[in-house]
């Protein structure tokens, strides 16, 4: 097993510099960039998503640079849309700024080699690091993504055994019908009715309708903190959780099922072992290989995806949010921040899940399989 991990570890490194290697490349290839938006905020035609929402967050080059360009009005070419009229000189200290004076795989491995040591740099139009930007919004994606990711495998689980045990009964039967719908209404759209309904809308205000915490937080005992912090996450794990149950617990069953029916089992159960000594004494093992494999897909998924609409519906600021808005405003190195630790955090998890394989089932040795 230590070689296996060994040869995944050093895997990484290549698989790392692929995925960036395209990401960069797709972002050359991409209309538009950051240069264009900042002419188009001068000349007045930005109608970017964020714009149209509520204005961009701390974009600092607005001010300065409507100011520097207006007084420069010469022909700077076709090489930036919109960019007819602009002083040349203007347009050369935009690209310094921003390292478009350099070639892209010069830009590439600077960045490749900057990554290495965990510096992303500035964000082009907020006057802050990367780092800090995603510290500022890790609570949040944190919250969402533990908090859904405990609740579906707590919950998932034992309803999938419950429904393998009683498999075709009437528990099986209405639980399956109840998920099925459950996966059916669009989180985005059950989070609008949950606000409607529970937060103030038009019915009841039992629950907030914005932010994760209150005004007042600071303020609060150490007690009511935590109960205030739960009063927040309710509504939007509720919509976020409404589909994430079924692929879980159906996924539960059918792989506890797959188990019931073999031959071991019989022979369990002939030697006069019990329902729950059998179950979870024999079965439970086997049967779990199938959700280990799925836990990193389910980890990422939760932890980073899906939350966008959840997070602007209850106005809630996490990485989400913060990953859409730069890649609107052509952020680059928010975008390719974000890209880097996304990808190092799901090959580590899927590295992590071939180790809790090993320690489920002692029979399996990835040693022995190439990588």
């Given at each position: 097993?230590?070689?296996?991990?060994?040869?995944?570890?050093?895997?990484?490194?290549?698989?790392?510099?692929?995925?960036?290697?395209?990401?960069?490349?797709?972002?050359?290839?991409?209309?538009?960039?950051?240069?264009?938006?900042?002419?188009?905020?001068?000349?007045?035609?930005?109608?970017?998503?964020?714009?149209?929402?509520?204005?961009?967050?701390?974009?600092?080059?607005?001010?300065?640079?409507?100011?520097?360009?207006?007084?420069?009005?010469?022909?700077?070419?076709?090489?930036?849309?919109?960019?007819?009229?602009?002083d040349p000189e203007f347009i050369k200290s935009l690209e310094k700024q921003f390292g478009f004076d350099k070639p892209a795989h010069e830009r590439f491995f600077l960045m490749m080699k900057n990554y290495l040591m965990f510096d992303f740099g500035k964000s082009y139009f907020r006057d802050v690091s990367v780092l800090q930007l995603i510290k500022e919004k890790l609570p949040v994606s944190i919250s969402l993504g533990v908090w859904m990711m405990l609740i579906t495998y707590l919950v998932s689980i034992p309803l999938g055994i419950r429904k393998a045990v009683h498999d075709g009964e009437k528990f099986d039967t209405w639980t399956s019908g109840v998920?099925?719908?459950?996966?059916?209404?669009?989180?985005?759209?059950?989070?609008?009715?949950?606000?409607?309904?529970?937060?103030?809308?038009?019915?009841?205000?039992?629950?907030?309708?914005?932010?994760?915490?209150?005004?007042?937080?600071?303020?609060?005992?150490?007690?009511?903190?935590?109960?205030?912090?739960?009063?927040?996450?309710?509504?939007?794990?509720?919509?976020?959780?409404?589909?994430?149950?079924?692929?879980?617990?159906?996924?539960?069953?059918?792989?506890?099922?797959?188990?019931?029916?073999?031959?071991?089992?019989?022979?369990?159960?002939?030697?006069?072992?019990?329902?729950?000594?059998?179950?979870?004494?024999?079965?439970?093992?086997?049967?779990?290989?199938?959700?280990?494999?799925?836990?990193?897909?389910?980890?990422?998924?939760?932890?980073?995806?899906?939350?966008?609409?959840?997070?602007?519906?209850?106005?809630?600021?996490?990485?989400?949010?913060?990953?859409?808005?730069?890649?609107?405003?052509?952020?680059?190195?928010?975008?390719?921040?974000?890209?880097?630790?996304?990808?190092?955090?799901?090959?580590?998890?899927?590295?992590?899940?071939?180790?809790?394989?090993?320690?489920?089932?002692?029979?399996?040795?990835?040693?022995?399989?190439?990588?």
């Amino acid at each position: 097993m230590a070689a296996y991990l060994i040869k995944r570890l050093l895997l990484i490194i290549p698989t790392m510099f692929g995925i960036m290697l395209i990401s960069f490349a797709i972002i050359q290839f991409a209309p538009g960039g950051p240069i264009e938006r900042i002419i188009a905020q001068i000349s007045g035609t930005d109608v970017s998503a964020t714009a149209r929402i509520g204005g961009t967050q701390g974009d600092g080059m607005s001010g300065s640079s409507a100011t520097q360009s207006a007084q420069g009005l010469g022909d700077s070419g076709a090489k930036y849309r919109g960019a007819q009229g602009l002083d040349p000189e203007f347009i050369k200290s935009l690209e310094k700024q921003f390292g478009f004076d350099k070639p892209a795989h010069e830009r590439f491995f600077l960045m490749m080699k900057n990554y290495l040591m965990f510096d992303f740099g500035k964000s082009y139009f907020r006057d802050v690091s990367v780092l800090q930007l995603i510290k500022e919004k890790l609570p949040v994606s944190i919250s969402l993504g533990v908090w859904m990711m405990l609740i579906t495998y707590l919950v998932s689980i034992p309803l999938g055994i419950r429904k393998a045990v009683h498999d075709g009964e009437k528990f099986d039967t209405w639980t399956s019908g109840v998920l099925v719908i459950g996966y059916a209404i669009p989180g985005f759209l059950f989070a609008v009715l949950l606000l409607v309904v529970f937060a103030g809308g038009s019915f009841f205000q039992w629950f907030p309708s914005r932010g994760l915490t209150s005004d007042t937080w600071n303020q609060l005992s150490l007690l009511a903190k935590i109960g205030d912090y739960f009063w927040h996450l309710t509504l939007p794990l509720i919509a976020m959780s409404l589909g994430a149950f079924t692929t879980m617990t159906f996924l539960t069953r059918n792989s506890f099922l797959d188990e019931i029916r073999k031959q071991y089992v019989l022979t369990a159960q002939a030697k006069g072992l019990g329902e729950n000594q059998v179950l979870y004494g024999h079965v439970f093992r086997n049967a779990m290989l199938l959700i280990i494999a799925g836990f990193p897909g389910a980890f990422i998924h939760a932890f980073f995806s899906g939350a966008l609409l959840i997070e602007t519906i209850f106005s809630l600021d996490g990485l989400g949010l913060l990953s859409f808005e730069s890649v609107i405003n052509r952020d680059y190195p928010v975008v390719f921040a974000n890209i880097y630790i996304f990808a190092l955090l799901g090959l580590a998890v899927n590295l992590l899940s071939d180790f809790i394989y090993t320690l489920v089932d002692p029979r399996i040795d990835f040693e022995t399989r190439e990588v």
